[in-house]
């Protein structure tokens, strides 16, 4: 910890050596409508890679100040009902800029993609982008992955509504990377039963990256990435804010979050406090017991933004307590306790929780730096992590604690662009070290040590895109031996692994409207130490695991491409890829048990997974939006030619949005949808049943209001409003085969959840 604290202290003094050493101009201009030549009051202009944005005033203009004298920066201008604008801008040329948006009654694909190694718009980014941004985030969802998982070729792994992890093309777990504010999340990845220990409501904007990104992100990122991202800070001499609530009836899931942030002469910071509460959840057959949680969350930001760049320090912590039940009937098939004890209706309302249960705690703090030298500019992100893992089965004192820190590097040289190239070079590294500090033990403690560099190359030509990387990567992983009860638990093992990754891409605009993009790479996954190396039983996924030390290195290679067509009344996109997995890592049930708990030991085949994409947006008129959207995944097991298990169902969503001009209303809309999810037929039938194919009924209705000048936003939304029995194909609750043990869980997921949520944001303080 000392050492990190040092590193802090000297990228804080680089920063300010920086701060007195560049010279410094003010920028602006104006924003129009295209066809009115109008001014457009209120639109934002945002410079990525300076973490700097403003507002246009009432006639259209606006002002940068303290921005470099020099260099050419990616520009975006936003403003809502009108088409993302996206340029390249060099200020030492330019200091008068107007810029004309055209309207659309389409969400347009021009928008920034700052995930990627070179920030640009999404059409001239060769990587497959789903992007979220602030009002998808707001409709209602448990956690930070079942807010996204609702886009093509993502699903999640749930434990009912408290967890769940994310799933990309059918892959999970360590195969998708998670970002959160530059920085690798590490925490309980491997873990069937803990989801993302991030809040969900402090993410401004999500990029999903879909497809292998090793080149970027090295070890792990086989199926894709999960991009964070916080809110740009304000505009200078602004304090502003936002308080969001919203309680739903299915679980009594009460959910609040204030935000107060503010910027004085670049000086700039942010703070945030959310808590979160719920008790056990209804399925359409009744309540499951103890299945309620409760989630308390705090994050900040102090930074500077100056003409050299910016430096900002990011802090947060996350709690999450969460109930499990070990399902057990008394003779009427009513649910009981360990005492024998039926459950009744006040029981399922309680939210306190009752034994076992688990306590997730995760600390983080972390430098994120982007400093201008010359005509490129110098990316450093470095982090600390504390993941820390409580397991308590009858009494506050936890049975299995396990600690994980993680330190984390990565350095990025941007040369700067020159004749259309944009060469990148970096270099990252991870440290990782674990303990086991309880009485109970699933995976040894452990050392990890992770380093890697890499080249990267883009080509811009007028309408189309190449680039081109390689990257190197050095992985070595330390399981420490444990005896227990005069028994070895853990032997100790170490292996060490090193990979060579690369990616090209290309990008071609035909016309205005109609785009392709295409990607090839390679990646790789070192296995990690749960599974070299686990040996217990894993509480919450009712099951024992062990682990195989002799595990090699997941290696994956993808194509995709996409092509989409952006017009004034149709939006529409298609994408196919391949994913070819060498030495693909699973947990599989042979028909051994240990203390009546199935035994998942892992083992290694080589497997195939490719599927479809595809989105249809209709806009007929103004007031009417017909948004369809399609996944598909088909996954096999080729070593023993049979499907992979635990394989999202393809899905066909449909949504009709009417938004209706009302007088004293703004963005009034009301939405009917349904989710139509196929059955999932391909399983391996050793340890894993089907699931039937079925329909949910949602719909949502909102507006925003005004008390005086005050924005206030109102919604009510329903999921599953038909309250229909089923089982998700990546539900941990669903029925288990009946002949591997006396334990089948058969949990229907929640039924009928209705929704009523508040949106504040406010603003305390703006300069003229």
């Not at 056990?280 to 930001?301: L, R």
């Not at 990316?379 to 992590?385: I, V």
Request: charged share 20%; hydrophobic share 35%; with cysteine.
């Amino acid at each position: 910890m000392y050492k990190f604290i040092t590193m802090l202290f000297a990228c804080l003094m680089l920063s300010s050596y920086k701060s007195y050493s560049t010279e410094t101009i003010a920028v602006g201009g104006k924003v129009i409508d295209e066809t009115s030549k109008q001014p457009l009051s209120g639109a934002t202009i945002t410079i990525p890679d300076l973490r700097i944005s403003v507002l246009t005033d009432q006639s259209g203009r606006f002002r940068l100040r303290n921005v470099p004298a020099r260099g050419s920066f990616l520009i975006e201008l936003r403003f809502v009902g009108y088409e993302t604008l996206t340029r390249v801008m060099d200020l030492s040329k330019e200091n008068d800029w107007q810029f004309e948006l055209k309207p659309t009654l389409i969400e347009t694909q021009e928008v920034v993609v700052t995930g990627t190694l070179s920030s640009g718009s999404n059409k001239r980014n060769s990587t497959t982008v789903n992007i979220l941004n602030k009002d998808k985030l707001l409709l209602p969802s448990s956690n930070i992955i079942d807010a996204i998982a609702k886009s093509p070729g993502v699903s999640q792994v749930s434990t009912g509504p408290s967890i769940s992890k994310p799933v990309i093309r059918g892959l999970s777990y360590n195969r998708v990377v998670t970002i959160d504010n530059g920085i690798k999340q590490e925490g309980q990845q491997w873990g069937d039963e803990h989801g993302i220990e991030i809040d969900q409501f402090k993410a401004n904007r999500v990029e999903v990256l879909k497809g292998a990104a090793s080149l970027i992100y090295g070890s792990d990122a086989l199926g894709g990435v999960i991009n964070l991202l916080e809110p740009i800070p304000v505009p200078e001499g602004e304090i502003s804010g936002e308080f969001l609530t919203n309680y739903s009836t299915n679980n009594g899931l009460v959910g609040s979050s204030v935000m107060l942030t503010g910027n004085q002469n670049g000086f700039v910071w942010r703070g945030r406090g959310t808590y979160k509460n719920a008790y056990s959840f209804k399925t359409p057959v009744g309540y499951f017991p103890n299945s309620g949680f409760n989630e308390t969350d705090f994050s900040g930001m102090l930074g500077l933004n100056k003409s050299w760049g910016y430096t900002h320090l990011n802090f947060s912590s996350f709690r999450n307590n969460i109930g499990f039940y070990e399902p057990a009937f008394d003779s009427e098939g009513n649910y009981v306790g360990e005492e024998g004890n039926r459950f009744f209706h006040d029981d399922f309302k309680s939210r306190t929780l009752q034994y076992p249960k688990q306590d997730i705690r995760h600390y983080k703090i972390s430098l994120n730096n982007n400093l201008l030298i010359g005509t490129g500019n110098l990316k450093l992100n470095l982090g600390f992590q504390r993941n820390q893992r409580r397991e308590l089965e009858d009494g506050p004192d936890p049975s299995l604690y396990f600690n994980l820190d993680t330190y984390t590097g990565d350095a990025r040289y941007y040369i700067g662009q020159k004749n259309g190239w944009e060469p990148v070079f970096g270099f990252s590294t991870e440290i990782g070290h674990s303990e086991n500090r309880g009485e109970e033990f699933l995976i040894p403690a452990y050392d990890t040590y992770g380093v890697g560099t890499f080249a990267y190359i883009k080509k811009n030509w007028e309408n189309s895109t190449f680039n081109v990387g390689v990257r190197y990567d050095f992985r070595k992983n330390i399981g420490k031996p444990l005896e227990q009860d005069g028994e070895s638990l853990f032997q100790r093992f170490s292996n060490q692994f090193s990979n060579v990754s690369g990616a090209i891409g290309f990008t071609h605009q035909f016309t205005e409207r109609l785009n392709f993009k295409a990607n090839a790479g390679s990646a790789f996954r070192a296995p990690n130490p749960a599974e070299l190396g686990s040996n217990g039983e894993h509480e919450g996924t009712f099951r024992y695991e062990i682990g195989n030390p002799d595990l090699q290195p997941e290696r994956s290679y993808q194509v995709d491409a996409e092509l989409s067509y952006d017009g004034d009344f149709v939006n529409a996109s298609a994408t196919l890829y391949n994913n070819y997995i060498h030495d693909f890592i699973y947990a599989a049930h042979h028909g051994e048990f240990i203390d009546n708990l199935p035994v998942y030991q892992y083992g290694q085949v080589n497997a195939n997974l490719y599927g479809a994409e595809a989105s249809l947006i209709l806009h007929p008129v103004h007031f009417i939006h017909f948004e369809n959207t399609f996944g598909y995944t088909h996954a096999q097991n080729t070593s023993m030619n049979r499907p992979l298990p635990f394989i999202p169902a393809g899905v066909l969503r449909n949504e009709l949005r009417y938004e209706p001009e009302i007088k004293h209303l703004q963005e009034p809309f009301l939405s009917v949808g349904m989710a139509n999810y196929f059955a999932q037929n391909r399983v391996d039938e050793e340890f894993e049943t089907p699931t039937a194919g079925y329909t949910l009924v949602n719909a949502s209705v909102g507006a925003t209001f005004f008390a005086g000048k005050q924005p206030i936003k109102f919604y009510v939304s329903a999921n599953n409003l038909l309250n229909k029995r089923y089982y998700d194909a990546l539900s941990r609750y669903k029925p288990g085969r009946l002949d591997q043990s006396d334990l089948n869980l058969g949990v229907y997921n929640p039924g009928r959840n209705i929704t009523f949520g508040v949106y504040l944001p406010f603003v305390l303080k703006r300069s003229n």
